[in-house]
């Protein structure tokens, strides 16, 4: 599985930005995708993802202002951010993984697949 993520870049505090993350090659439905992000000089946190095209989960840090969805048809998931702090700047990446249980969608070394990262910029 190959992951291309996209769509970062630089805003202004307040600002949206929809990241992207295109998968190819093995790909079916039990592929959970999520999104992760790591600041400079920080450890790469989890950020959003769907479990098992359920249930949503969030990072509190950005619950009620990001949204995650997916487009299964073209293999592709989205994260949409809104009202954008200059703590949100970060590398985000976009993880896959066939079968991942619950209790690992939050932990970066549960996950097979990465894509390169994509660089989210807010400034104050």
């Known amino acids: 599985v190959q992951l291309q993520a996209s769509g970062g870049g630089l805003v202004q505090t307040g600002g949206s930005l929809r990241l992207s993350c295109a998968a190819s090659?093995?790909?079916?439905?039990?592929?959970?995708m999520t999104w992760f992000r790591e600041a400079l000089g920080k450890e790469r946190e989890f950020v959003a993802t769907?479990?098992?095209?359920?249930?949503?989960y969030y990072a509190d840090s950005v619950r009620g202002r990001f949204t995650f969805s997916r487009d299964d048809a073209k293999d592709t998931g989205y994260l949409q951010m809104n009202s954008l702090k200059p703590e949100d700047t970060a590398v985000y990446y976009c993880?896959?993984?066939?079968?991942?249980?619950?209790?690992?969608?939050?932990?970066?070394?549960?996950?097979?697949?990465w894509g390169q990262g994509t660089q989210v910029t807010v400034s104050s």
């Open positions: 993880a896959a993984h066939r079968g991942i249980i619950l209790s690992s969608l939050r932990w970066p070394s549960a996950y097979a697949y």
């Open positions: 090659g093995r790909t079916d439905s039990r592929l959970t």
């Open positions: 769907r479990w098992r095209g359920g249930t949503t």
